[in-house]
């Protein structure tokens, strides 16, 4: 067997019902778009390495909460690809918005370093949860990039509108877009 062939045991009674039917297609389908839609694929893996090195720079961070928030950055990407490659496409929309968001906060945070107590405290009472919402309103996040960098916040902005477009929230696009009138 080679160092890319794995056989792997099924625990009894695997398959015998749908939810795990559905995860054993789930998997099969991730190795068919790894074979068939290579050219995609490497899009994704060339993301994910962009990701990997700056979490792997990472080392004894100055802003360590926007740093935490990168790093989920990251695993919402990646559990987006997994679910795009395993052709459950509407459901990756809203782990892509959840994505773009850690990035936004991570930003907005180091940006204006005050607002990382008032995250962290949001849920110590009535008036700190107020702040909280105020302070990350999506409108104030993304203006965060915005002072940044104007070329990628439109850019960002698209993607996030499309997320919502294409699934984040239960809307038309999303429920039609797998769908075939005949």
């Not at 926007?66 to 790093?71: G, N, Q, Y």
């Not at 990646?78 to 990035?103: D, H, M, N």
Request: contains cysteine; proline residues 5%.
């Amino acid at each position: 067997m080679s160092n890319f062939e794995t056989t792997l045991p099924l625990p009894p009674y695997w398959g015998d019902d749908q939810l795990s039917e559905s995860f054993t297609d789930a998997f099969n389908n991730s190795l068919a778009t790894f074979v068939r839609k290579r050219p995609q694929f490497e899009t994704l893996l060339r993301v994910d390495k962009a990701f990997h090195k700056i979490v792997e720079n990472l080392s004894n961070p100055s802003d360590f909460l926007a740093s935490f928030l990168l790093v989920r950055a990251h695993s919402a990407y990646r559990a987006s690809a997994r679910l795009a490659c395993s052709g459950q496409v509407a459901e990756t929309f809203p782990v892509l918005r959840s994505c773009i968001e850690y990035a936004l906060y991570a930003l907005h945070i180091n940006v204006n370093p005050e607002l990382g107590k008032v995250w962290i405290r949001r849920h110590d009472d009535g008036p700190s949860l107020k702040r909280c919402r105020r302070e990350f309103m999506h409108v104030n996040v993304v203006n965060a990039l915005q002072t940044k960098d104007s070329r990628l916040h439109e850019k960002i902005v698209q993607l996030y509108v499309r997320t919502i477009e294409f699934g984040a929230h239960p809307n038309e696009r999303e429920v039609s877009s797998g769908m075939t009138l005949e």
